[in-house]
């Protein structure tokens, strides 16, 4: 496997912060989204624990992806039989993902420090609230972190379709690119 992207496919770098980013996103939306079903005390706390560092090593994971794609360029896209209207739509999935990417995390370290509580860096530090409390600033920021997440899984289902679409229809190796181990 090389470490940089070919003509023919993602290099394992890009491949690894992909799969690194879609286990953290599920993980990070399950626990955000079923988290108030753990047991109270140190379940729910390890639960939120596990939402937030998720949450921070995917904005994490993304900045060294985007500085990774300053020096090594993906793959050009896969021909299709809908042409350049389909690789339009690709792209513009691509950057809604990424600023998704950004605002679902962004939003919920709003609403931490809206609470009034420290965002956890990874149990080694943390970050001290730069506001007082504010219940229902928190509450509104929450409510915008769980919409903004919730579209996050929506457009990542669409990517993810996409993906299989053009593995089953089109018969491209846009999916096979993206795996490990897929052969050139």
Not at 44 to 57: Q, V
Not at 158 to 178: E, S, V
Request: proline content about 7%.
């Amino acid at each position: 496997m090389r470490i940089f992207n070919t003509a023919e496919r993602y290099g394992s770098v890009v491949q690894f912060m992909h799969w690194a980013t879609v286990i953290l996103v599920v993980c990070g939306w399950l626990l955000g989204t079923f988290g108030d079903d753990l047991p109270r005390g140190a379940a729910r706390n390890a639960g939120l624990f596990i939402h937030m560092s998720a949450g921070l090593l995917v904005l994490g994971i993304l900045v060294l992806r985007l500085l990774w794609r300053m020096i090594d360029a993906p793959p050009p896209p896969e021909k299709t039989p809908l042409g350049p209207r389909l690789d339009r739509a690709g792209r513009l999935a691509h950057v809604v993902l990424y600023l998704l990417l950004v605002a679902v995390p962004i939003a919920g370290i709003i609403a931490q420090f809206a609470r009034g509580r420290p965002v956890p860096l990874f149990g080694l530090t943390q970050i001290a609230s730069p506001w007082v409390a504010d219940r229902a600033f928190a509450h509104s920021v929450t409510e915008v972190h769980e919409l903004l997440a919730n579209a996050l899984m929506a457009v990542a289902a669409l990517h993810a379709a996409a993906a299989l679409a053009h593995h089953y229809l089109f018969r491209d190796r846009t999916l096979a690119r993206m795996l490990p181990g897929a052969r050139s």
